[in-house]
């Protein structure tokens, strides 16, 4: 079973949808959860990042992590053209910085 | 402008033709490492550096080397590549952020092994 998983999609919605994108993991020792954004032919950069659970909006985005489920959630709220990317889950046990667990991705196309 | 560079971005090899990808961050970051990227297995590993001349092994370490000379610079090395290691490797670098390491991702080099 991997660490982190996480639906690859591809997820397909019209502009100004609500998008929900999720990942569940197994190690209960996580305490940091992150979202990264990748669009194509860059690298994963960093949209948001949580400490343990409870939730952080951040404009129209908002992460949810649920340690109890072991459950995370990234929502996008009126969603755009410019959100089509692929997002990256990750997660890690500590802050010692080498330790960082990714789900696989899933892809959004906002259609217009 | 804060960076993460990687050359090349592109590179078509053959079996056992020693190859360098280079990796270079102008952010100071004392932390480094390589990653690379496959459909349906995501991010993976290779080897990380917590500073100069320290380096370990990540989830995916064989067949690659690396070396940590300068703080800047992080060079990942296939002695002798074979079609397995064909993928899309990333090197990032990354700092504390409050209690948070931020993971800093350089554009990608897509390598295929013929």
């Known amino acids: 079973q991997k660490e982190v998983e996480q639906d690859p999609g591809p997820l397909s919605v019209p502009e100004g949808a609500i998008v929900s994108l999720n990942c569940t993991y197994s190690?209960?020792?996580?305490?940091?959860f992150m979202w990264y954004r990748q669009y194509s032919r860059k690298g994963p950069e960093l949209l948001m990042y949580t400490y343990s659970s409870g939730n952080k909006e951040d404009g129209r985005f908002t992460a949810q992590v649920d340690k109890s489920s072991k459950y995370i959630s990234l929502f996008i709220r009126d969603s755009q053209p410019s959100d089509s990317a692929t997002y990256l889950c990750?997660?890690?046990?500590?802050?010692?910085?080498?330790?960082?667990?990714f789900g696989t991705g899933t892809s959004l196309t906002v259609i217009p | 402008e804060a960076q993460v560079t990687q050359n090349p971005r592109y590179l078509i090899t053959v079996t056992g033709k020693k190859l360098t990808v280079t990796c270079s961050q102008n952010?100071?970051?004392?932390?480094m490492s390589w990653y690379r990227q496959d459909p349906g297995l995501g991010l993976r590993q290779i080897y990380y550096s917590m500073n100069v001349e320290v380096t370990d092994k990540g989830d995916v370490p064989e067949g690659y080397k690396v070396s940590r000379k300068e703080k800047r610079n992080f060079p990942l090395i296939l002695e002798s590549p074979s079609p397995n290691q064909t993928s899309l490797y990333f090197c990032a670098s990354s700092q504390l952020t409050g209690r948070f390491w931020e993971l800093f991702f350089g554009e990608g080099s897509r390598l295929t092994v013929l």
């Open positions: 190690n209960s020792a996580f305490q940091y």
């Open positions: 990750a997660m890690t046990p500590s802050n010692t910085g080498n330790q960082f667990y």
């Open positions: 952010m100071n970051h004392e932390y």
